[in-house]
Structure formats: C-alpha cells, structure tokens
C-alpha cells in the first residue's frame, strides 16, 4: 500500500492563503491594533450620526430585535442587545481579567498590588471631585463616575504605538491601575447605577450560580456548557433590576485559575493519544472507531492543557477586541453634534466636566497617590518605572472611551445631558492620547524611561 509523504506540495492557492491567514492571525494580536480599530469605530459613529443619513444611525440601532420561547418573548432594541447583552462578554472578559491577576498577577499580594491601588484610588476620586465642582445640579452630578474609568485596550494599544523603548514594568503598571479601575466601575454600577432591586430575580440568578458551581464540581471543563446558567444568572440580574452586565464579572470571577483534575496529566494523555493514533494509522485497514476515540481523547488533552481562565479568555480576547467593543462604540459614540445644545440642562457643565476630569483630574490623581504612598514608605516604584513613566501611565489614564461611555448611559436620561457626556468622553480620551504620545515621545527621547533604578 502506497502512503502519502508526511510532507506534500500544497497548491498555489492553498499557500497563498496559509499566508494570508497566517498575517492576518500576527495582526490581530497586535495590541495597538485593537486600539486602533476602536477608534476607527467611533469616528464613523461619528461621521454616520453627522451626515445627511444620521436618521439611518438611530433607526438602526432603536430597531427591535426579539428573543423567544414558546410564550416567553424578550424584546428590546439592537443597542440593548449591544449594550446589555453583548458586553456581558466584555465583563466576562473583565472578570477574568481581574480573578487572574487576584491568583497570581499584580493583585496577588498587598504589596505587589499597593501601588497600582493607591494610584487608581487617586484616578478615581479626583477625576469625581473636580467633576463634582463643576456640576451643580442633581441632574448633571448622576455622572460623577463617568470620568473615573479607564479604557484597558485603547490606552494599551496607544502605549504600545511608543514601541519597545517603554519598559515592560510600565505595561504592567498601567494594566493593573485599569484592572483596578474596572474593580471599581464595577462596583460603582452594581451600587448606583442599578434600580431598584426585585429580590424575585435573586432566586433565578442564584440558580444559575448554583448550576456553575454544580458544574465546576463535577468536572465539566468545556467552556460551551456553562453558556446556559450564565444565560440564567444574566437573566435573574435583568430581573432584578441590577445591570445584567454583572453577570459576567460574576462569571469570569467563578473561572477556575487552575486545570480541571484529571487521573491523567494532559501532556500524558496527549502524548499517549498521539502514539495511538501513529499505530492506528499505519495499519493496514485503519480502526475508524479507533482513531476517533484518539482524536477525542487528544482534543481533550489539548483543552486541559491551560488552565479555564486562560483558555476561555485567549478564545474570547478576539471577539471582544474586534467585534463587540468596536460594535458598542459604533452604537454609543454616535454624538449628533448640532443636537447638543451647551446652553441648556447644565450640559456644558458635564461636557467641560468629563473633560476637565479625565484630562487633568485622572494624571493628577494617579501621580499625587503614587507620590504620596512612595513618600511614605508604604511601597516603591517597581524597576523600571521612573517618575515620568508615572506621568505617562496618568496620562494614559485618562482613556475613558469605552466604560465612561457604558457608564455615561446608565447616569443619564436626558438625551442632551447624554450626549454632552458623550462628548465630552470622546473629546478627553482624544486630547488623552495625544498628550500621552507626545509625552511618550518626549522621554524615549530623553532615554528617561530606560533606567531600570527603584526610585524612592
């Protein structure tokens, strides 16, 4: 019997497109490019919600889309399927985020985590101070936590734009303030932007917690199964009248940090799936029954391999980097400027407010927090970080974009002080970024953030 080369001439058209798929797959794990392709987003919104067909951007997304089981019909429309269902995934995403750095990242002990603490308590109450001094009335001030979040993916990827010259300490740094910084959106959602709660639906979202836990204890590891009590824990928190979204901080904190315990080590049961299938495959009438079972067994083996928490976000980072973030800011950045009018509502106030507060308040806090915990010999900077990387992470900071937008539209009701916020989120997070690069470019020309000494 004649057998193939384990190597074979592929076609033309085959390589080109392994090539091209190959590129593709480098490009999207460019972190800059997540960035990019976010504001690439928001300002077609933009030019959309601004251009003679700004009445096809509202109908779109105020189109009803129904979900339904027999009598039981869910209708809303497509924003609050983007805004209240699709970015469930995001917070999962945000959760896991969170239970990985809690196990062993920057959060894993006080003392690795007090300096990235003290900063983002600073970037959050200041930026909330000065928005509160420039908002008076009860209206305008439902939007204190607007400017107090950070944009994980658009102020990674404009500090990965500054190249390698910026010490990897600093990354981290930034990374876990914005983690931080999500903790406490988070937080600040569930406590003041949730209505009034139906206790009815605790009952339906705390069967769905009981269904993963269930679940984890008997050692179902396919992440597919656990999207029906997370649809249940999703739906209990909607009825309850807290943000649905929380299901999925709630769910990615329940993600297991470790490998689900099997009899068998998965590089074993890999390594022995594969020699199983060589000896299946080289008999003469190969055992299809067999070689199925070895699949089986080695795909498993490949699942196991990575902890869940880490699986499941590598499998997700994709989509939310480059489907449902850019999709919320394709429905949330939408700003009909000449439908903004500054002179009425106190909108002026919660535009210059945002504004003020994420441009100037987010860098003050961060920095004065750091400074402040530093001087007191509470923690050090990290090797690595320079007081002007300090600079460059605030700065970096005051990227709110896609949580103050999300946060913006539980604050308001009034569609003027909406879209004032809106706004002003958009106009901070551009001057943001403009100032970060240009101070980026300032010290790696200086050669500042190469020093690798422990300030005190």
Not at 100 to 118: D, K, Q, W
Not at 199 to 212: D, F, K, R, T
Not at 305 to 311: A, G, K, Q, S, W
Request: net charge positive.
């Amino acid at each position: 019997m004649t057998r193939p080369h384990s190597r074979q001439t592929l076609p033309r058209a085959q390589l080109i497109a392994e090539r091209a798929f190959s590129t593709i797959s480098h490009f999207l794990h460019i972190e800059a490019v997540s960035g990019i392709v976010l504001l690439l987003a928001a300002a077609i919104a933009l030019l959309w919600a601004n251009s003679p067909a700004a009445a096809s951007y509202h109908a779109l997304w105020h189109m009803p889309v129904s979900i339904g089981l027999g009598s039981y019909v869910l209708s809303q429309s497509l924003h609050f399927w983007i805004n209240d269902a699709l970015m469930t995934v995001f917070f999962l995403v945000v959760g896991m985020e969170i239970r990985r750095e809690i196990h062993e990242g920057a959060l894993s002990n006080l003392r690795l985590a007090a300096l990235p603490l003290a900063a983002a308590v600073g970037g959050v109450a200041v930026p909330a101070l000065i928005y509160i001094a420039l908002n008076g009335g009860a209206l305008q001030r439902q939007g204190w936590a607007v400017p107090t979040a950070t944009d994980i993916a658009f102020a990674v990827g404009v500090l990965a734009l500054l190249g390698r010259s910026i010490p990897g300490s600093v990354r981290v740094f930034l990374l876990a303030l914005a983690i931080i910084d999500d903790i406490v959106a988070v937080m600040i959602i569930a406590l003041f932007y949730s209505g009034g709660l139906d206790y009815s639906g605790l009952l339906i979202a705390g069967a769905g917690i009981l269904m993963v836990m269930a679940m984890r204890a008997i050692g179902i590891g396919s992440a597919y199964l656990y999207v029906l009590p997370g649809a249940i824990l999703w739906v209990g928190l909607l009825k309850t009248g807290a943000h649905p979204t929380l299901a999925g901080v709630v769910l990615g904190l329940m993600t297991p940090v470790l490998p689900t315990r099997s009899r068998e080590l998965p590089l074993d049961m890999a390594s022995r799936a594969v020699s199983d299938l060589s000896t299946l495959a080289k008999a003469p009438t190969p055992d299809a029954h067999g070689l199925g079972a070895s699949l089986q067994q080695l795909r498993y083996a490949q699942r196991e391999m990575l902890p869940p928490v880490t699986r499941v976000q590598m499998a997700l980072h994709p989509w939310v980097a480059f489907v449902i973030m850019p999709l919320f800011a394709l429905a949330n950045a939408g700003v009909t400027l000449d439908g903004v009018d500054l002179s009425v509502d106190g909108s002026q106030g919660v535009m210059l407010g945002v504004l003020i507060a994420l441009v100037l308040g987010k860098p003050l806090g961060v920095v004065f927090a750091s400074w402040l915990v530093v001087r007191l010999g509470w923690c050090r900077l990290p090797p690595g970080v320079t007081w002007p990387g300090v600079v460059l992470v605030g700065l970096l900071a005051g990227i709110g974009f896609t949580m103050s937008i999300f946060i913006a539209s539980l604050a308001f009701a009034n569609p003027n002080l909406l879209s004032a916020a809106k706004l002003g989120v958009l106009l901070a997070s551009l001057f943001a970024a403009i100032l970060g690069l240009a101070w980026g470019v300032f010290i790696r020309r200086r050669g500042t953030p190469a020093s690798t000494r422990t300030q005190t």
